[in-house]
């Protein structure tokens, strides 16, 4: 064996499990209300969406973008909400190849809870580097994330703006 005990992300599984989750009836929509049961990592919002770092991120920056609506389904947006998602992406995408310089992204929505465990849909968007760890990831069965959430969120809301606003909005 490579490692003498194994790398853990701790809390991540009694996460999982349901066990240390926060009781709230929706996760996301206590996220977007700034419930205080919850751990709010929120870097923007608007009338139709928000914007927020994951809490058990897979690399620096890992956001989800969310429609402010209590949605399950991805048929059920509107057509604003889903231009709206979609250029909260294009804009998370240039704020990301200004900070970060990412080789790339993951895009990806989560609905209803196959493969998902909070039933509200969202927006995974996971920025990926030429530098990840992926011997650890594998060996290890986990993640290691070289930068903090609040670091990230800090770093995230002081030029959030210059992508994301009404301008950046009603240019598509």
């Known amino acids: 064996m490579v490692f003498n005990n194994w790398l853990q992300a701790i809390g991540k599984l009694?996460?999982?499990?349901?066990?240390?989750r926060p009781q709230v009836e929706c996760i996301l929509c206590a996220v977007k209300e700034?419930?205080?049961k919850v751990t709010s990592i929120k870097i923007y919002e608007d009338e139709l969406i928000f914007i927020c770092l994951n809490i058990y991120p897979y690399n620096p920056g890992h956001s989800m973008v969310v429609?402010?609506?209590h949605l399950?389904?991805?048929?059920?947006l509107t057509k604003k909400e889903v231009v709206r998602i979609f250029r909260?992406?294009?804009?998370?995408q240039l704020l990301f190849d200004d900070l970060y310089s990412p080789k790339g992204y993951n895009i990806g929505f989560n609905e209803g809870l196959a493969g998902a465990s909070i039933p509200h849909l969202h927006c995974h968007f996971v920025p990926r580097?030429?530098?990840?760890?992926?011997?650890?990831?594998?060996?290890?069965?986990?993640?290691?994330?070289i930068e903090g959430l609040e670091s990230v969120k800090h770093k995230l809301k002081a030029a959030i703006g210059k992508y994301l606003n009404k301008q950046f909005f009603e240019s598509f």
């Open 34 to 36: 700034e419930d205080e």
């Open 67 to 69: 429609p402010n609506r």
């Open 88 to 92: 909260a992406i294009q804009g998370l």
């Open 129 to 145: 580097y030429g530098s990840e760890l992926g011997y650890i990831d594998i060996v290890g069965k986990t993640r290691i994330v």
């Open 72 to 76: 399950t389904r991805f048929v059920d």
């Open 14 to 20: 009694d996460y999982a499990q349901g066990k240390s």
